[in-house]
């Protein structure tokens, strides 16, 4: 799949499958949110509206208030690629969401995920 494909899907057609993801996991959407709030710096209701919307992966990260400063602490394999070495930064940062979905989804401790 080409990043531009990717970088135009609509976060809105993603975001159930986070969704069903962290429930099926025992998480809760409270969780699913906070998640990416510290990455994003969006709120709930900025969120909702960009789910409304169906704003594209592209239009999410560039709108972002702010991408967390300690984005760089987050490391390891997300779909066979370390993150911390993706050289694109949009993909970096779509790959991130899922790094930390991932972790919410397999029970990481909230601090952890947030890299407090």
Same mark, same amino acid.
């Given at each position: 799949?080409?990043?531009?494909?990717?970088?135009?899907?609509?976060?809105?057609?993603?975001?159930?499958?986070?969704?069903?993801?962290?429930?099926?996991?025992?998480?809760?959407?409270?969780?699913?949110?906070?998640?990416?709030?510290?990455?994003?710096?969006?709120?709930?209701?900025?969120?909702?509206?960009?789910?409304?919307?169906?704003?594209?992966?592209?239009?999410?990260?560039?709108?972002?208030? #702010? =991408?967390?400063?300690?984005?760089?602490? $987050?490391?390891? !394999?997300?779909? %066979?690629?370390?993150? *911390?070495? &993706?050289?694109?930064?949009?993909?970096? #940062? =779509?790959?991130?969401?899922?790094?930390? $979905?991932?972790? !919410?989804?397999? %029970?990481?401790?909230? *601090?952890? &995920?947030?890299?407090?």
């Amino acid at each position: 799949m080409k990043n531009t494909k990717v970088f135009k899907m609509s976060f809105a057609s993603v975001y159930p499958h986070y969704v069903v993801k962290v429930e099926k996991k025992g998480r809760t959407i409270a969780e699913l949110h906070e998640v990416i709030f510290w990455l994003t710096g969006y709120n709930e209701p900025s969120l909702q509206q960009l789910i409304e919307n169906r704003t594209d992966f592209e239009t999410f990260f560039a709108g972002a208030p #702010q =991408i967390n400063p300690n984005v760089s602490k $987050i490391t390891g !394999l997300i779909c %066979g690629y370390r993150v *911390e070495e &993706i050289e694109d930064p949009l993909m970096q #940062q =779509i790959r991130y969401l899922d790094k930390l $979905i991932d972790e !919410l989804a397999k %029970g990481k401790a909230m *601090e952890k &995920i947030l890299r407090k």
